[in-house]
């Protein structure tokens, strides 16, 4: 049925309980899995605005963040004997999740949902509804 599956992670512990999901799903299936972090465009820039960073510097620094989020899902596969592809890339979330899964052949997507409230509910409930919305393959949305 899924033969390859997009985790998207922000390197949270709720992430990677529904990245542990993604993975267990995998194993029984005998899918690929992918492991992505997309690095905000709009903190990069925000950062750099009111820190006065180097652009570079700033986006070194969160890519590396986003490369153990990554890292540590393949520890998890790795655990399971389930190969897994670490992804970093920048942009805005949504749609970087949505255009690899569609590059990368993903038949479905894997995503966290925070059960956060109020402003947070609004920034990150904002990319799993967008996920959702925009996906052509099926999104699993783990609580």
Known sequence: M???ILIA???SAKSNAAA???IELAKSLGAQVMALYVVNELVIASAVRQLGSDRKDVESKLQEAGQKAVESIKKMGD???VNVEPIVR???PA???V???GSEKADLIVIGSHGESGVSKLLIGSVV????YWASVPVLVVR
């Open 79 to 81: 655990q399971l004997s």
């Open 20 to 22: 542990k999901t993604g």
């Open 99 to 101: 255009s690899t899964a």
């Open 2 to 4: 899924f033969q390859s």
């Open 9 to 11: 992670t922000d390197g």
């Open 129 to 132: 509804q967008k996920v959702l």
């Open 90 to 92: 920048i942009g805005a």
């Open 95 to 97: 749609e970087v999740i």
